[in-house]
């Protein structure tokens, strides 16, 4: 089955710089690849997601770029905010079959820094 | 529409009983799931289901059972609760049953098995 692997597990930034965070996958069928927001007492909300057919992605502040050559994608926050603060999960999942849904991560604490 | 809805938001076991965590959702999805969170493990599916009458294990399925009477409602059933249960229980839907878009959380329920 797949595997999500996610770092770091702890993040901490100034607020106004960029944060990344990093994820690989192991298996090769994987095509779908979303990224959820964890608010502090709430469930997993999505903030972005990239299909295999797009190297890079971008929504305002956020941009998700994907290698599947290196089986690697990575989330970048740019002008941190201290709404940014929550925990992030990368998932992998694919969309040709399969009725598992997707893998995730095990997620990255993002704190700002004022 | 709500969304998906979970309840109770909080409930306390004793080793032994048995209860079931309600999952509802007005968006007419095919699939659902339900994933457990701990810390340091992300999100952990458990039990899934790609429409009415169909349910699958996922990856953490023991002492938990599921049932799809209908394409609103997901319960999930602890048979006998075990303190390795205690966690944060998250039910999610997505429109597509290959589980390869966005999935919906639910504000989840914490439950604490003594």
């Known amino acids: 089955g797949e595997n999500v692997e996610q770092h770091p597990s702890t993040l901490s930034v100034q607020e106004g710089d960029s944060a990344v965070i990093k994820c690989t996958y192991s298996?090769?069928?994987?095509?779908?690849f979303p990224w959820y927001k964890q608010e502090l007492g709430k469930g997993p909300q999505l903030i972005i997601d990239?299909?295999?057919?797009?190297g890079e992605k971008k929504d305002q502040r956020i941009a998700v770029t994907l290698n599947k050559t290196a089986k690697h994608f990575s989330l970048h926050i740019t002008e941190t905010q201290p709404e940014d603060s929550a925990v992030y999960f990368c998932?992998?999942?694919?969309?040709?079959?399969?009725?598992?849904?997707?893998?995730f991560g095990k997620g990255t604490h993002l704190i700002i820094q004022p | 529409n709500a969304g998906v809805t979970q309840t109770p938001k909080f409930q306390v076991l004793k080793t032994g009983q048995s209860m079931t965590l309600q999952c509802a959702q007005d968006m007419n999805h095919e699939y659902m799931s339900w994933y457990r969170q701990d810390p340091g493990m992300g999100l952990r599916l458990i039990h899934y289901s790609v429409g009415a009458g169909i349910t699958d294990q996922g990856e953490v399925p023991n002492g938990y059972n599921v049932s799809r009477s209908t394409t609103e409602d997901f319960p999930l059933r602890l048979l006998s609760a075990a303190p390795s249960q205690t966690s944060v229980y998250f039910c999610?839907?997505?429109?597509?049953?290959?589980?390869?878009?966005?999935?919906?959380f639910g504000p989840g329920t914490r439950l604490t098995v003594t």
């Open positions: 298996d090769s069928a994987s095509n779908y």
């Open positions: 990239i299909r295999s057919n797009v």
């Open positions: 999610a839907s997505s429109y597509n049953a290959v589980g390869a878009y966005e999935q919906y």
């Open positions: 998932a992998a999942g694919y969309s040709g079959g399969g009725a598992d849904g997707l893998t």
